[in-house]
Nanobody, 129 residues
Framework: QVQLVESGGGLVQPGGSLRLSCAAS????????IGWFRQAPGKEREGVSC????????YYADSVKGRFTISRDNAKNAVYLQMNSLKPEDTAVYYCAALLDPALLQHRCMFWSDGMAYWGKGTRVTVSS
């Protein structure tokens, strides 16, 4: 049974930083795609950033490029999202999601989040003064 557990959300002032963590278990392959998605109140879910464990390819939404960094620890089956220069519009519930075919990751991450196979329960990030 695949489990994805997010942590690290919270309240932060504009310009501040947070680091989200996702602990993955139960994935049957050492090669998979995993990443972060978010859903703000009243908005559709969107892909934020994803990484492939097969070749290390990373993908970022334009809105977070230069501010967010995704990283992974294969030994711990963990993925992280370092979020810097946070803005109020980054406020959302952030979800960790994974799929077993890294070849599908870019499209699923950036254009069709419904295609991700496994989801965590989310962690809330609020950027406000």
């Amino acid at each position: 049974q695949v489990q994805l557990v997010e942590s690290g959300g919270g309240l932060v002032q504009p310009g501040g930083s947070l680091r989200l963590s996702c602990a993955a278990s139960g994935l049957t392959s050492i090669y998979y795609g995993i990443g972060w998605f978010r859903q703000a109140p009243g908005k559709e879910r969107e892909g934020v950033s994803c990484v492939s464990t097969s070749d290390g390819s990373t993908y970022y939404a334009d809105s977070v490029k230069g501010r967010f960094t995704i990283s992974r620890d294969n030994a711990k089956n963990a993925v992280y999202l370092q979020m810097n220069s946070l803005k109020p519009e980054d406020t959302a519930v952030y979800y960790c999601a994974a799929l077993l075919d890294p070849a599908l990751l870019q499209h699923r991450c950036m254009f069709w989040s419904d295609g991700m196979a496994y989801w965590g329960k989310g962690t809330r990030v609020t950027v406000s003064s």
